[in-house]
């Protein structure tokens, strides 16, 4: 099994990821973001640095899922990840344009034909309300001059992207909504969470009655 969890800045990919490893007794793939020299310059001047900090994710993303995915997924055990590849390409299209977006796309698409696909992406859903509320919170320094029309312009990609509707080819889709949950604090809507991965992958023991949206 290979589930990966999506969802904008600070909806709770990453906290999920980690509740879920001991459940599923599972490997845990986590995004190596902190290590882009070009962050903490791209949310002062999101213009000037956009290239660059694109292009450092989308091949420290490409050789983590090259390298460390195969391995995990040769295990018996199963892999969670707090983030697809295709990701980088729904902030590319927000942050670049012009001859920086076509070669961008060129070299996503080559590199993105070596990556194993997830048996099922969680996309968490939340209202950019909740999800400025949720980065605050957390309080990372590179976050706190965060404006909310970007964070909202990718909630509106993402749920393009991966949401109802959005016709989206590739590993099925189930759509959580977070905006009342608080799995880090609330054992029930943890094991909500738990009872609909089991049952998007049909994994017993599972209650078949839970409301479900799986989206391929």
Request: proline share 5%; no cysteine.
């Amino acid at each position: 099994m290979y589930l990966a969890i999506e969802g904008v800045i600070g909806v709770g990919k990453t906290t999920l990821a980690r509740l879920l490893q001991p459940v599923f007794n599972a490997n845990l793939m986590l995004e190596v973001f902190e290590e882009n020299p070009f962050l903490s310059d791209f949310y002062g001047d999101r213009e000037r640095y956009a290239f660059q900090t694109q292009i450092f994710f989308l091949l420290s993303r490409y050789h983590q899922q090259r390298r460390a995915a195969p391995a995990f997924l040769a295990e018996t055990a199963p892999l969670i990840a707090d983030y697809t590849f295709e990701k980088d390409a729904l902030f590319a299209r927000i942050n670049l344009k012009g001859d920086e977006l076509e070669m961008y796309g060129r070299v996503h698409e080559a590199l993105a034909e070596k990556i194993p696909p997830p048996d099922l992406v969680v996309y968490l859903r939340a209202s950019t309300d909740v999800l400025m509320q949720r980065i605050a919170m957390r309080d990372r320094p590179y976050e706190r001059n965060m404006e909310r029309a970007y964070i909202d312009e990718l909630n509106q990609a993402y749920e393009a992207f991966f949401g109802e509707g959005a016709g989206r080819q590739g590993a099925p889709v189930l759509t959580i909504d977070t905006n009342e949950l608080d799995y880090t604090r609330q054992a029930q809507d943890l094991r909500l969470v738990e009872e609909r991965i089991r049952q998007a992958l049909k994994l017993a023991p599972f209650q078949s009655e839970l409301p479900l949206r799986v989206e391929g």
